[in-house]
Nanobody, 120 residues
Framework: VQLQASGGGLVQAGGSLRLSCAAS????????MGWYRQAPGKQRELVAD???????RLEDSVSGRCSISRDNAKNALYLQLVSLKPEDTAVYFC???????????????WGQGTQVTVSS
């Protein structure tokens, strides 16, 4: 199972970005999916996550500036960020609980990360 994140880049403060994450490989189903971020010198933190049925949860730091969604048919996860601030600068990672074929339980996977840099 692989998670491929994309969509990061350099953007000015106040701008917006849409991050995407695509899951590939052999698996039965995907459970909860989420976006985390890690700024230089800081711990990785949750940004937002969404259940398999589509219920989102946003952290306070991005509430009102962020929306998370998924397309189960495409095994994809998205994060729309608007009104970006310099403090949003970080590597953004996608994360998913995946049930591989025949195992009967979920394993947790991380994508490789995509850099988001917000200039002031």
């Amino acid at each position: 199972v692989q998670l491929q994140a994309s969509g990061g880049g350099l953007v000015q403060a106040g701008g917006s970005l849409r991050l995407s994450c695509a899951a590939s490989g052999r698996f039965e189903r995907i459970g909860d999916m989420g976006w985390y971020r890690q700024a230089p010198g800081k711990q990785r933190e949750l940004v937002a996550d969404v259940t398999a049925s589509g219920s989102p949860r946003l952290e306070d730091s991005v509430s009102g500036r962020c929306s998370i969604s998924r397309d189960n048919a495409k095994n994809a996860l998205y994060l729309q960020l608007v009104s970006l601030k310099p403090e949003d600068t970080a590597v953004y990672f996608c994360n998913a609980d995946v049930e591989e074929y025949g195992l009967g339980f979920y394993s947790n996977y991380w994508g490789q990360g995509t850099q988001v840099t917000v200039s002031s």
